[in-house]
C-alpha cells in the first residue's frame, strides 16, 4: 500500500525531496536480506536499535553518523567514494555535502576512539573516499 502521496499540481523540488527520503528511508528499512546486527572487530551496529557497540560498550550516534556508520559496514573492506556517501547519507553530492561527509567522520573517529594508531577503523584514501576496515 501507499504510505504517502502528492496532491497535484506539485513542484518538481517537493516530489524530489520526497523520493529522496523514501529511498533513504527504504534503505534502512527492515530488508531481509540485510543483517540486523553488522560487526566489523570490535564494532558491532544494532540496525534495530540504532545503537554502536564498541569493547560491548554502548555509544550513542546521531543520525547521521549512524547512517554513515551503517552504510560503511555495509561496505566493510571496499572503498566507499566520498560522493557516493554524500548521496547517500545527505541524498544530494555537492561541495557541502561532501565537506559534511569529513566533519561527520571527523566526529565519528573521535566517538569511535579511532586515534590513528593502535586503533583505526576509518581509513581515507586520498582522491578517492574511506574505507572501514576491523583495525
Do not use: C
Not at 41 to 50: F, Q, T
Amino acid at each position: 500500500g501507499a504510505d504517502d502521496y502528492v496532491v497535484k499540481p506539485f513542484g518538481h523540488r517537493e516530489f524530489v525531496a520526497r523520493l529522496r527520503a523514501h529511498v533513504r528511508r527504504s534503505d534502512l528499512a527492515g530488508d531481509p536480506q540485510l543483517p540486523e546486527v553488522l560487526e566489523v572487530g570490535p564494532l558491532r551496529l544494532d540496525v534495530a536499535e540504532r545503537i554502536l557497540h564498541i569493547d560491548g560498550e554502548p555509544r550513542r550516534l546521531t543520525g547521521t553518523e549512524f547512517r554513515l556508520l551503517h552504510y560503511l559496514m555495509r561496505h566493510r573492506g571496499a572503498v566507499v567514494p566520498t560522493a557516493r556517501l554524500a548521496k547517500h547519507v545527505w541524498g544530494y553530492n555537492d561541495a557541502p555535502a561532501r565537506d559534511s561527509v569529513r566533519v561527520t567522520v571527523h566526529r565519528l573517529r573521535r566517538k569511535l576512539g579511532d586515534d590513528g594508531g593502535r586503533r583505526h577503523f576509518i581509513h581515507t584514501v586520498p582522491g578517492v573516499g574511506l574505507k572501514l576496515r576491523a583495525s
